[in-house]
């Protein structure tokens, strides 16, 4: 397996230079920027200022292991893949375009990557979303949750029978970032496996017409 700098960023949507919003989403294990780019769009639809950025993993995956294992189990990928992310927010920055104007939206391994990110790079961002997923590391990890969030949104949508991802998971998170100052909203859907279902992509909607 290989880490992940310098796989190119796949884009759509309007120009970096006339976003007023850019949603940066995160592709689950086996998944591509091409397919998130789909789902980009239909959050972005009827929207004429967001852009889309869709960073790829080496071999559609951004880290080996369960999100459950101790955190070294997933090292050098992990690091590496956190590192993709805060290098496209970095461009972002260098755009003049601000944290409040992006959102981070992940599925499945993406969303873990995308809640991670956000617990261990606090800052007031556009929205930031889990989709079946949940912060990384065994149950009980202690963190250091001294950073803020400052009222982000923070959307956590998953079912109940998610074969991948714990109900408890999604829980422990939505707690770490009510600690951390977001706003927080938790979407626990009877019967859904792994899978994001329209009421999904309307809050997610939603999320990103208060940006743009």
């Not at 920027?33 to 869709?54: H, I, Y």
């Amino acid at each position: 397996m290989k880490t992940h700098e310098g796989l190119p960023v796949l884009r759509d949507g309007v120009p970096l230079s006339r976003a007023e919003a850019v949603i940066i989403l995160l592709h689950g294990r086996g998944g591509s920027g091409k397919d998130m780019l789909g789902l980009g769009r239909e959050l972005a639809t009827n929207r004429s200022n967001v852009a889309l950025l869709a960073p790829q993993a080496a071999g559609g995956t951004w880290y080996p292991r369960r999100f459950l294992e101790p955190l070294a189990q997933n090292e050098p990928y992990l690091t590496s893949a956190l590192g993709v992310v805060a290098g496209t927010i970095d461009e972002l920055l260098a755009g003049h375009i601000a944290r409040e104007r992006i959102l981070l939206v992940g599925f499945s391994q993406g969303a873990c990557l995308a809640l991670e990110f956000a617990v261990r790079h606090p800052h007031r961002y556009g929205a930031v979303v889990g989709l079946s997923g949940a912060v990384i590391g065994p149950p009980g990890l202690p963190r250091d949750l001294a950073g803020s969030l400052r009222g982000t949104p923070v959307f956590l949508g998953c079912g109940d029978i998610d074969p991948h991802i714990p109900v408890a998971s999604v829980k422990e998170s939505a707690a770490i970032f009510r600690k951390m100052e977001a706003e927080v909203l938790e979407r626990i859907y009877p019967q859904m496996p792994h899978t994001v279902n329209d009421d999904e992509v309307s809050m997610v909607a939603d999320l990103v017409a208060r940006v743009s």
